[in-house]
């Protein structure tokens, strides 16, 4: 445990020691919780939630298609459309029947025809 950690425990032990007789001054230590502890813990997941969705997009990477019986099964028409694709269709990530309507390859898209 790390000298700013320690004393940072410390400090708070202290301010629960002192306030277990009453019910007084809670407020202060769970407010220094939230700004020294909370506040930070999800800035850090932020960035790295950010940094790892960033390197995730540069390498485009699509499933590849395997035509399951199970899978993707059509036994009532959407009622939008071509009645085959769903309402948040996304024709590089979401399969049809037949398979993807766009094929992407390295970093570059190209149409199947």
């Known amino acids: ?16 020691a002192a306030d277990a007789g009453g019910h007084g001054g809670g407020t202060k230590t769970w407010k220094m919780l939230t700004l020294l502890v909370a506040f930070p813990g999800v800035a850090v997941c932020m960035v790295n939630a950010y940094i790892g969705e960033k390197e995730h997009l540069a390498h ?14 059509r036994t009532k028409r959407f009622p939008w459309g ?3 694709h769903s309402f948040f269709h996304n ?12 094929k992407i390859g390295g970093h570059h898209e190209h149409e199947e025809e």
């Open 60 to 73: 485009p990477h699509q499933p590849e298609f395997l035509e399951y019986s199970h899978l993707r099964l």
């Open 1 to 16: 445990m790390s000298f700013a950690s320690r004393q940072l425990f410390r400090r708070f032990s202290a301010a629960a």
């Open 91 to 102: 024709p590089k990530l979401n399969a049809l029947p037949a398979g993807y309507e766009v």
């Open 82 to 84: 071509d009645g085959n």
